[in-house]
């Protein structure tokens, strides 16, 4: 087996893995509080109704609203259901984090970065958890790949594409905002470390 099909098998265990990690007794418990709250507004009221009432009564992100909405549109509200939609999109982070992982180290720390994702238990939680961190934790991490990518490339392309990824996952979780102030000091504190070299 050639090292690239060997690269692809190990990434694809991991994802699996934490797929089945995810699913693991995804409707054992019934729905708390949050989540009995995101079955009963986010995906039954109309949107509308929902996006008015954001500052009152959950001043959550309204991408989170938008997305549990139209998906309880399509599939329902039964707790194993709604609790898929989390537990499958935030298997997204295996991925990226393996690509922070090796962008920053090597393919070995990319390996355990993804590992650690795919098996961290406060992870797993939150991912059978109806609300937005889940799909929040994905997002983030592809906005940080994405970040990093266009760091190294400096291709105007890269730089919309990371611009994208954290709008999303800022509409997704406000404090999304700290971690796109952090990589902005990063960008600015090397531009400025390069031009003194």
Not at 1 to 17: A, D, F, N, P, T
Not at 116 to 122: H, K, Q
Not at 157 to 169: C, G, P, R, T
Request: proline share 5%; glycine share 4%; with cysteine.
């Amino acid at each position: 087996m050639s090292r690239q099909r060997q690269h692809w098998l190990i990434l694809l265990v991991l994802i699996l893995s934490g797929f089945a990690l995810r699913l693991f007794q995804l409707n054992q418990a019934s729905l708390r509080g949050d989540e009995a709250f995101t079955v009963l507004h986010w995906m039954r009221e109309p949107l509308s109704q929902t996006l008015s009432s954001i500052v009152t009564i959950d001043p959550q992100p309204p991408l989170a609203y938008a997305i549990y909405y139209i998906y309880g549109q399509i599939v329902g509200s039964q707790e194993s259901v709604v609790r898929f939609l989390p537990a499958f999109l935030n298997l997204i982070g295996i991925p990226a984090l393996y690509a922070i992982g090796k962008r920053l180290g090597s393919r070995p720390i990319g390996y355990i970065a993804a590992l650690l994702f795919a098996i961290s238990p406060a992870i797993l939680w939150h991912a059978q958890d109806a609300r937005n961190y889940p799909l929040w934790a994905a997002a983030a991490a592809v906005s940080l790949w994405l970040g990093l990518v266009a760091l190294n490339r400096q291709r105007l392309i890269d730089w919309v594409l990371f611009i994208a990824a954290s709008a999303v996952a800022c509409y997704l979780y406000y404090l999304q905002l700290f971690f796109v102030a952090v990589l902005n000091l990063y960008v600015i504190f090397i531009y400025w470390h390069n031009r003194k070299l």
